[in-house]
């Protein structure tokens, strides 16, 4: 079965550090971009940061850029989010989700988020 | 960054009801329009990439069209499992932005 399972997540106060791991499996881990979604409590999805498969090229939003950092072992199926100085409104569920590359009918290709992990919570006060 | 406006915020739709969901670009993103559907609780799951092709698994009745600016999503005849958040997605230029998503509840 195709999964991603996060872990790692927890309460921390403001200006804490927190590291987030997703560990992938039922496919081949070192061949797939990866990204980070993250959702605050009732409210809508966040892109948060992308790493390529090789771990060559990474993207941050914003609103974590210069704190949060990601990477990947494809050695150990596994992604990590390393997220310093957090605010209160880094508080969310976090997602990994896979970048699948989808073809239509007319063999173009399409990249879309196919897989997603359950979430892991993050809550940061004081 | 480009903006991703969902319309209606939420939809009232009797089960059986045709829904249509909207989803606007502030810029073109072409066909790199992707639809997630959310219940309560889970994680996103794929629906429609491409802007109109459903994924592995999804029903017909799910449909996606538009491009450039313009995108919808149409569930024809809506079921009891289709009452949940639908969220659009870009992905024609980083950061791929999210829209705020629309609440398809029961009416």
């Known amino acids: 079965e195709v999964q991603l399972v996060e872990s790692g997540g927890g309460l921390v106060q403001p200006g804490g550090s927190l590291r987030l791991s997703c560990v992938a499996s039922g496919f081949t881990f070192s061949n797939y971009n990866i990204n980070w979604v993250r959702q605050a409590p009732g409210k809508g999805l966040e892109w948060v940061s992308y790493?390529?498969?090789?771990?060559?090229?990474?993207y941050y939003a914003d609103s974590v850029k210069g704190r949060f950092t990601i990477s990947r072992d494809n050695a150990k199926n596994s992604l990590y989010l390393q997220m310093n100085n957090l605010r209160d409104e880094d508080t969310a569920v976090y997602y990994c989700?896979?970048?699948?590359?989808?073809?239509?009918?007319?063999?173009?290709?399409?990249?879309?988020?196919?897989?997603w992990g359950q979430g892991t919570t993050v809550t940061v006060s004081s | 960054e480009i903006v991703m406006t969902q319309s209606p915020a939420t939809l009232s739709v009797s089960p059986g009801e045709r829904a249509t969901l909207s989803c606007r670009a502030s810029q073109s993103v072409s066909s790199n329009l992707v639809w997630y559907q959310q219940k309560p609780g889970q994680a996103p799951r794929l629906l429609i990439y491409g802007a109109s092709t459903r994924a592995t698994g999804i029903p017909a009745r799910f449909s996606g069209s538009g491009s450039g600016t313009e995108f919808t999503l149409t569930i024809s005849s809506l079921q009891s499992e289709d009452f949940a958040v639908y969220y659009c997605q870009q992905y024609n230029s980083w950061p791929n932005t999210f829209g705020h998503g629309t609440r398809l509840e029961s009416k």
């Open positions: 989700a896979r970048e699948g590359i989808l073809s239509d009918t007319n063999s173009y290709y399409y990249y879309a988020l196919d897989v």
């Open positions: 790493i390529s498969s090789s771990s060559s090229i990474t």
